[in-house]
């Protein structure tokens, strides 16, 4: 890297995380020439230890990586979720959804629905996401380890100086550098955030039983007990991802547990269904807050990913939202570029801030208001979401809603992602 | 018509140029690339102008329309290219692009402007009608959103015509005379919307698809493609269209 003196591109991508990579990607494949910069050495993003949690890819979700090339590589590690079972504390009344109830009929017709969705562990989604990007190094430069010194601008691009010297300018820069994003810094936008006091708990554990391919969400009053189904492990066992939330305070004190005393506590929140559980990765906590940036987009700038939005986690959108961005970035950046327009015009900008930001704000919404209804214990609150979670299940269309909602195809659809199921 | 344009061609004093209208488009030489501008709607129309132009060239010029730069190495010219909205992306395609307008100022405003964006394009202040006297033919001629500005239609358009190489290609777009486009292209677009400066178009001046076709048909082209060019209110955005044509259109010919 330290012969790199200038480098022109198309579109600058600061941030090689998840988002960053899928999006080199799919721009990479629709043959649109990219630098994506990452400040970590890619070979510590590869290691085990590194990243503990896993990913819930809905179906949309999966069409971004398949345009992006990318999916068919990971799919042996992905773990389909073909039911979601809803259940609220002491809660007489259970939520079951299964994926007959989603009404799409296009994938693979004539044979099973599609599943709801994918479990895979970040690690190996991101190993497939750089080894993606390294397939597609005619179009694709990705530079890392990289500390970017400055960003700069020129009347017609914009662009970063890098500690070593090197100077990459592209006319469209995209801010993927995460929820603390210093492209978003450098523009001088600002951030709305609102504190959840809450914290996740997340861990990978084995179990004796199969879990059948079923998410389950128990909705208690400290906030959500998640349970993912992930692929077997290396010695065949049955394995499911946790993600536990509790107040701020609480998770110290369940941290600092023995690894006996965690696992009785799991085995309570678990119940007797899969059987006795074990923890099988160390235990990690996240506070969980909402983030929203004022505004997505700067000149010759677009903020994406956790950069622009970072919701709760608690009906497993945030990656989904990302990978929205990526599939709304990928096809204004390639229908730009096919009619020869700058790519970092405001047109493309403006399209695209009007594309995520309304999408972002309604998923937000549903998942605070998720968050907020099912976090507390008036009795009123409890017995109407009781009811209401009994109503749900009773009327199809609206489970179907719900169903459609889980799986990220509601709404209006990109026209890359239709193009991706024919 | 072809009467009256044989004779107007030969008074040496006449010309298609409108000078009001020159003056109106020069002095807003400096918000041609303003994409908020008063011309943000130009700027909204033009992904869809340039999918239409990609799209019918390379079916008459046999290229695949696949890549970026589908264009390479066919001679295009832009009349009336003003800042260069649309000569800038035909010479990002590939294109060897040459670009006239009247107005100095544009052409000012549009080498300054390419020349910031590294792009080399040929601007000359100058008619088509000066510049077909010549001699010079190109593989593609463009005349977008400029023939219901211009005076004497007939004399323009058979100047346009012998700037067409033979298989070559004359794309216009423009405004219909009909009803629907008085309501949206100048009494909502000027005067409600406010999108465009009062006074940008003149209905009486809105050209008819077979005022545009008989004429070239007349000079021996043959008419490729009509299509409309439709705004959508809900996506502020527009889109081709086959079958409406009732507002803003485009016409494609083939130079026999």
Redesign the interface.
């Known amino acids: 890297m330290a012969k790199i003196k200038h480098v022109r591109t198309n579109v600058l991508i600061i941030g090689g995380g998840l988002s960053g990579l899928a999006l080199a990607g799919a721009l990479g494949e629709a ?1 649109v020439d990219c630098v994506c910069i990452d400040r970590a050495p890619p070979v510590t993003q590869l290691t085990e230890t590194y990243d503990g949690r896993t990913t819930a890819i809905s179906y949309a979700s999966h069409l971004v990586l398949k345009t992006a090339g990318a999916w068919e590589t990971m799919l042996p590690d992905c773990e389909p979720i073909r039911d979601i079972r809803v259940a609220d504390g002491a809660s007489p009344f259970y939520l079951h959804f299964s994926h007959d109830d989603d009404g799409n009929e296009k994938y693979d017709p004539g044979r099973e629905a599609p599943p709801f969705g994918w479990i895979i562990e970040n690690r190996i989604l991101r190993h497939r996401l750089f080894n993606n990007v390294k397939r597609l190094k005619k179009h694709v430069r990705h530079i890392a380890p990289a500390e970017i010194r400055e960003f700069i601008r020129g ?2 691009d914009v662009g970063v100086i890098l500690e070593d010297g090197a100077r990459i300018t592209a006319p469209l820069m995209i801010g993927a550098d995460g929820r603390n994003s210093a492209v978003r810094q450098w523009l001088g936008i600002g951030v709305k955030n609102a504190d959840y006091k809450q914290s996740a708990i997340v861990c990978n554990v084995a179990h004796e039983l199969d879990h059948e391919n079923a998410a389950v969400e128990h909705f208690r009053s400290a906030g959500p007990f998640a349970v993912l189904p992930m692929t077997r492990g290396a010695q065949g066992e049955h394995r499911s991802s946790v993600v536990w939330t509790e107040h701020g305070t609480d998770t110290k004190e369940i941290l600092s547990l023995n690894a006996e005393d965690f696992d009785a506590r799991l085995q309570e929140l678990f119940g007797p269904h899969l059987g006795a559980v074990r923890h099988i990765s160390k235990p990690m906590s996240y506070p969980l807050g909402l983030m929203h940036a004022d505004s997505y987009i700067g000149a010759r700038v677009a903020l994406m990913a956790e950069a622009a939005h970072a919701i709760h986690p608690i009906a497993g959108q945030g990656l989904n939202l990302s990978l929205r961005d990526v599939a709304v970035l990928t096809e204004l950046i390639f ?8 790519p970092g ?3 493309l900008l403006q ?1 695209y801030q ?1 594309a995520r930001r309304g999408d972002t704000l309604l998923m937000a919404g549903v998942t605070d208001l998720l968050n907020r209804l099912f976090s507390n214990d008036l009795t009123t609150v409890r017995l109407i979401r009781g009811l209401g979670l009994g109503i749900v299940h009773k009327i199809p269309p609206l489970k179907r809603y719900f169903a459609r909602q889980a799986m990220g195809i509601s709404g209006i659809m990109q026209k890359s992602l239709r193009k991706a199921t024919n | 018509m072809v009467k009256t344009a044989r004779t107007t061609s030969k008074k040496l004093n006449r010309s298609t140029v409108n000078t009001a209208e020159i003056e109106q488009f020069d002095s807003l030489a400096a918000e041609w690339w303003n ?2 501008g008063p011309l943000k709607p130009l ?2 129309m ?2 869809s102008r ?2 239409y132009l ?1 799209k019918q060239i390379c079916a008459q010029h046999g290229r695949k329309d696949s ?2 730069i589908p264009f390479k190495g066919l001679r295009v010219l832009d009349i009336g290219c003003g800042g260069g909205v649309v000569a ?6 590939g294109a060897e692009v040459t670009g006239i307008d009247a107005g100095a100022k544009n052409i000012r405003a549009a080498k300054d402007h390419a020349q ?2 590294g792009l080399v394009i040929d601007y000359q202040t100058t008619t088509a009608e000066d510049l077909a006297d010549t001699k010079k033919t190109f593989d593609v001629v463009t005349a977008l959103e400029i023939v219901e500005h211009v005076d004497d239609l007939p004399l323009f358009l058979s100047a346009c015509g012998r700037l067409v190489k033979k298989n070559g290609l004359i794309i216009f777009s423009t405004l219909n005379r009909t009803p629907k486009a008085y309501l949206l292209g100048i009494l909502a677009a000027e005067r409600v919307l406010r999108w465009l400066p009062v006074g940008t178009h003149d209905w009486k001046k809105f050209v008819k698809p077979s005022e545009l076709a008989r004429p070239l048909e007349r000079d021996g082209f043959e008419i490729a493609d009509i299509s409309g060019l439709v705004y959508n209110p809900l996506t ?2 527009f889109s081709v269209s086959e079958t409406d044509m009732d507002v803003n259109y485009f016409l494609a010919a083939r130079k026999a």
Request: hydrophobic share 20%.
């Open positions: 043959g009347k017609n229908e730009h570029l096919r009619c020869g327009l700058d015009g405001d047109t399209k009007s | 994409e908020n700027h909204q033009t992904p340039l999918g990609r890549g970026f800038e992306p035909l010479a990002r395609l910031q964006q502020d955005s």
